[in-house]
């Protein structure tokens, strides 16, 4: 059809805006799932789910798919707020705005700019560290038995992949040796028998608990998931009537689980900096 | 009642502009606010001074001339009224009015209170209509049944009278409200889908054309609109837009 213009007309950038908004409110879930384990999980399962990120295939390409999502959704956001000035080359001398729409409504391109400094702030906080600089390996520590007589004796092992452990005495006595941040190969050799897990546990911890910075990045991922909440809050709903998606039987349903979207996600998020900080 | 009036007065399209104070007094609780406007311009015209401009015509809610952005709001601050229908006992003695005009790039000023809506003539020119034979043996149209339900939501949609308050009350001056309602009153009945899919499409390319926003759902039009046009047609335009393109 030579007039549709799904990319360029005012309709078709609202359905890629809806499009790659729901899909990062999906992003946010399955991140908001994995994060809890610091809250309600072994230090061992987050760093196993963590690895899992970045390793499984399938997970690879919707990581893409996030990321491509965010860069789309903010440059598409922000192009269309640059338009809607324009629309209005001289503006009113008394505007009661209020009147007539929420706050955040008139506010999504403030609300987005503010979590585009979040998400990139974050991802130096962690996402870089876990996949480009070199990282502690997720160890533990393992009473063993002596041979032989009754008594115990405390091993730090690391954990790997295979389920195995593999001392940390031996790493350090040169048996082993530990290559490109995770692998454990036969000191000299080819041969690779373990991987371990980044230690984004104790990273991510360390983090928050920090005494120079802890407090004010706590601070700021709080207030961070505030403004998600308020960028949702008009987010959800809004995508559905981008997509078409408006019929009186449903809308109740659609602005309820919207609102509830919106104040559950960000506060379960908000509540990971807060318990590391102050009750870890 | 006496009141304060800053008035946007501009000498015409190339003017820029400025707000100037008007003091008034005698004004009845019962007159509505264009009546209030005659009575400024009265006082002008016997002072010798240039009368304040204002769009206007039937003054009684259907035909959609007067405009005006009255203490920020499109229409005044009352729900479901043209400017012509709203009655000067919203206001108290001793208030101060804003009257500026719709503010929109499509919207260009003329002269004071009066605005250029003619980018809606050219959107509906793109589309808001139907081919039909009338060379004298048009068919009844009451021969084709249409459900009860959807010729009552094209009527409401019909009800659009092309004032432009949707477009002065949106933060980024979208026309969706009104496109979506002259797509909505046909795209609902039998004689409109016939042309469907160019109705839409030509339509929506001539709203981005005059220099419209695009919408974000704050819903600021549906609040402000005299006839109390749905949200439900701007979705209704979204999934025809859609479903156009898809063709
Ligand atoms: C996790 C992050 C984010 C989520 C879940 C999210 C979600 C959403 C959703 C669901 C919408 C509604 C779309 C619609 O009305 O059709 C939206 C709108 C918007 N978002 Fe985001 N967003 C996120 C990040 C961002 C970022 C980083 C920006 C950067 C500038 C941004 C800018 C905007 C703007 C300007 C709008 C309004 C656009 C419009 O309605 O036309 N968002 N967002
Ligand atoms: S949709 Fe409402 S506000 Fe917009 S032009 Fe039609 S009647 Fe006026
Ligand atoms: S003058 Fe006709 S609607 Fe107000």
Request: a neutral charge.
């Amino acid at each position: 059809m030579a007039k549709s213009a799904l990319l360029k007309s005012s309709l078709g950038k609202k359905y890629w805006m809806a499009l790659t908004g729901l899909f990062l409110c999906l992003f946010l879930v399955g991140h908001l799932a994995g994060n809890l384990q610091l809250i309600f999980g072994t230090d061992l399962q987050f760093n196993q789910y963590a690895y899992f990120m970045t390793s499984n295939p399938a997970v690879k390409i919707l990581s893409y798919l996030t990321y491509f999502s965010i860069l789309f959704h903010a440059v598409d956001g922000i192009m269309l707020t640059i338009q809607n000035k324009k629309a209005r080359p001289v503006g009113y001398v008394k505007n009661n705005a209020a009147a007539n729409s929420t706050w955040q409504s008139r506010n999504m391109a403030v609300l987005g700019t503010l979590l585009l400094v979040f998400i990139a702030t974050h991802m130096v906080n962690f996402w870089a560290k876990m996949h480009f600089s070199e990282m502690p390996l997720q160890q533990q520590t393992v009473s063993q038995p002596i041979p032989m007589t009754n008594e115990k004796i405390d091993v730090v092992v690391y954990n790997t992949t295979t389920g195995s452990f593999i001392a940390q005495q031996q790493v350090e006595g040169g048996e082993f040796e530990v290559r490109n941040n995770k692998e454990f190969y036969i000191k000299g050799s080819d041969i690779k028998f373990a991987e371990g897990y980044k230690d984004l546990y104790k990273i991510t911890v360390d983090f928050f608990k920090d005494p120079s910075y802890g407090l004010v990045f706590t601070l700021f991922y709080v207030f961070s998931m505030a403004v998600l909440a308020f960028h949702l809050l008009h987010g959800f709903a809004s995508a559905f009537q981008s997509l078409g998606a408006n019929n009186p039987k449903y809308n109740g349903l659609i602005k309820g689980l919207g609102k509830l979207f919106a104040i559950i996600v960000p506060l379960l998020f908000a509540i990971i900096p807060i318990y590391i900080h102050f009750i870890k | 009642m006496n009141l304060t009036l800053k008035i946007w007065r501009q000498k015409n399209a190339k003017d820029k502009g400025q707000m100037v104070d008007y003091k008034i007094g005698g004004i009845e609780p019962d007159m509505s606010f264009l009546e209030m406007l005659d009575v400024l311009n009265n006082e002008l015209v016997e002072k010798g001074d240039d009368p304040v401009a204002f769009d206007h015509d039937c003054r009684e809610g259907i035909c959609g001339m007067c405009s005006l952005f009255i203490n920020g709001e499109a229409h005044g601050p009352d729900r479901g009224i043209t400017t012509c229908q709203l009655h000067m006992r919203k206001f108290k003695d001793g208030d101060t009015i804003y009257i500026e005009p719709f503010r929109a790039k499509a919207f260009p000023v003329i002269k004071d209170l009066v605005v250029d809506r003619s980018s809606f003539d050219r959107i509906q020119h793109a589309g808001g209509f139907i081919s039909v034979n009338t060379s004298g043996n048009t068919q009844d149209a009451n021969n084709i049944p249409i459900k009860k339900h959807d010729a009552d939501r094209a009527f409401d949609a019909a009800t659009c009278i092309g004032c432009g308050a949707c477009v002065a009350s949106c933060k980024n001056s979208s026309a969706m409200l009104f496109v979506s309602a002259k797509v909505s009153q046909f795209a609902l009945l039998p004689q409109g889908r016939v042309e469907a899919t160019e109705r839409v499409l030509n339509m929506v390319e001539a709203m981005d054309q005059e220099g419209f926003g695009n919408c974000t759902n704050t819903g600021a039009c549906e609040v402000e609109c005299p006839k109390g046009i749905s949200l439900e047609n701007i979705a209704r335009m979204n999934r025809e837009y859609l479903a156009a393109s898809i063709k």
